[in-house]
């Protein structure tokens, strides 16, 4: 990890140390008048109906920090610093302002949670947007990577017959998948009936990021076909007569698809694991398609052949 690259995870994690720090200083300091167990999950109308002893509140908010520190420690780019600093300013005031409301309550079944606390919070997570936003100027920009030049080719006799398939994986997405896990947890804590949000977590997050944490990106005679490594399906196949031209590029996830996983924008899709070596399909619709992989340039140059020798058939 190279100077800039460092900067750039720490000051993903600032503010999350911030937010940890001020939290845990809130709790020593009022623990002997807050009440066992805490309101910490409240109605519509901001009655207390879920509760959590003191002990355990404590241990569980300080998990879901750190996990977010993780997380955004592990997916750090610059062009989104300021949102790691908005969700750490976000959290860390909900869980102040859920220590503030308990606090001398006798009886933590009649603390009442206003909504004006989301409006507080939000607007902390603005002031921190913008102090992540400001910060993002510390960290260099990195230089723009050009397109290897088109016309790769891998010869091939005219009888021989050739595949190539690498699996790929991504740390980030499978920590985002723990971190479902890890965010499914605290709600079974914190949430007296969580069952659908649990679904929802599961399927939404746990499930694709499980799917995406490991791919095997294949081209042989069908064309190019991209799936999960654990399973066949689903998978995403582009047939050898779709193939206009393969390429190898390096891609910046967040700055040219906005993040990880299966990523679609104007014209382009893409599964994207990581930053780096990118196989890019131009299709003869007008499309494109990237998948970040190893190897790329020999991916590339065989589909090209194949599609080439395709088209001559």
Same mark, same amino acid.
């Given at each position: 990890?190279?100077?800039?690259?460092? #900067?750039?995870?720490?000051?993903?994690?600032?503010?999350?140390?911030?937010?940890?720090?001020?939290?845990?200083?809130?709790?020593?300091?009022?623990?002997?008048?807050?009440? /066992?167990?805490? !309101?910490?999950?409240? *109605?519509?109308?901001?009655?207390?109906?879920?509760?959590?002893?003191?002990?355990?509140?404590?241990?569980?908010?300080?998990?879901?920090?750190?996990?977010?520190? =993780?997380?955004?420690?592990?997916?750090?780019?610059?062009?989104?610093?300021?949102?790691?600093?908005? +969700?750490?300013?976000?959290?860390?005031?909900?869980?102040?302002?859920?220590?503030?409301?308990?606090?001398?309550? %006798?009886?933590?079944?009649?603390?009442?949670?206003?909504?004006?606390?989301?409006?507080?919070?939000? *607007?902390?997570?603005?002031?921190?947007?913008?102090?992540?936003?400001?910060?993002?100027?510390?960290?260099?920009?990195?230089?723009? +990577?050009?397109?290897?030049?088109?016309?790769?080719?891998?010869?091939?006799?005219?009888? =021989?017959?050739?595949?190539? +398939?690498?699996?790929?994986?991504?740390?980030?997405?499978?920590?985002?998948?723990?971190? !479902?896990?890890?965010?499914?947890?605290?709600?079974?804590?914190?949430?007296?009936?969580?069952?659908?949000?649990?679904?929802?977590?599961? %399927?939404?997050?746990?499930?694709?990021?499980?799917?995406?944490? #490991?791919?095997?990106?294949? %081209? /042989?005679? #069908?064309?190019?076909?991209?799936?999960?490594?654990? %399973?066949?399906?689903?998978?995403?196949?582009?047939?050898?007569?779709?193939?206009? /031209?393969?390429?190898?590029?390096?891609?910046?996830?967040?700055?040219?698809?906005?993040?990880?996983?299966?990523?679609?924008?104007?014209?382009? +899709?893409?599964?994207?694991?990581?930053?780096?070596?990118?196989?890019?399909?131009?299709?003869?619709?007008?499309? =494109?398609?990237?998948?970040?992989?190893?190897?790329?340039?020999?991916?590339?140059?065989?589909?090209?052949?194949?599609? =080439?020798?395709?088209?001559?058939?």
């Amino acid at each position: 990890m190279n100077h800039a690259t460092y #900067r750039l995870h720490a000051l993903a994690a600032i503010p999350f140390d911030l937010a940890l720090a001020t939290h845990l200083v809130v709790f020593a300091l009022w623990y002997d008048r807050l009440p /066992d167990p805490l !309101a910490t999950h409240f *109605g519509g109308g901001g009655g207390a109906d879920g509760f959590t002893g003191r002990v355990t509140y404590c241990i569980v908010s300080t998990a879901l920090l750190l996990g977010l520190r =993780e997380g955004w420690w592990r997916l750090a780019r610059r062009p989104a610093l300021w949102g790691a600093w908005a +969700t750490a300013g976000f959290t860390g005031a909900l869980l102040v302002l859920l220590v503030r409301d308990n606090l001398d309550a %006798v009886d933590a079944g009649r603390v009442n949670s206003p909504l004006a606390n989301l409006t507080v919070a939000a *607007g902390v997570a603005g002031v921190f947007a913008l102090v992540g936003w400001a910060v993002t100027r510390l960290v260099p920009k990195g230089d723009a +990577t050009a397109p290897v030049p088109s016309g790769l080719r891998l010869p091939l006799g005219a009888s =021989e017959v050739a595949g190539w +398939t690498r699996a790929t994986g991504s740390w980030p997405l499978a920590g985002l998948a723990v971190l !479902a896990l890890a965010a499914t947890l605290v709600v079974l804590v914190l949430v007296p009936s969580p069952w659908g949000l649990l679904a929802f977590v599961s %399927v939404a997050v746990f499930v694709p990021g499980l799917a995406l944490a #490991r791919i095997r990106v294949s %081209v /042989d005679r #069908r064309g190019l076909t991209v799936r999960p490594a654990i %399973v066949s399906w689903p998978r995403l196949r582009i047939p050898l007569d779709e193939v206009a /031209d393969a390429d190898v590029r390096d891609v910046d996830a967040v700055a040219d698809y906005g993040g990880w996983g299966y990523r679609v924008r104007a014209h382009r +899709t893409g599964v994207v694991l990581r930053s780096g070596e990118a196989l890019v399909v131009r299709q003869t619709g007008g499309r =494109e398609f990237a998948v970040t992989v190893p190897d790329a340039r020999t991916a590339a140059a065989l589909l090209n052949t194949l599609a =080439e020798r395709h088209g001559k058939v």
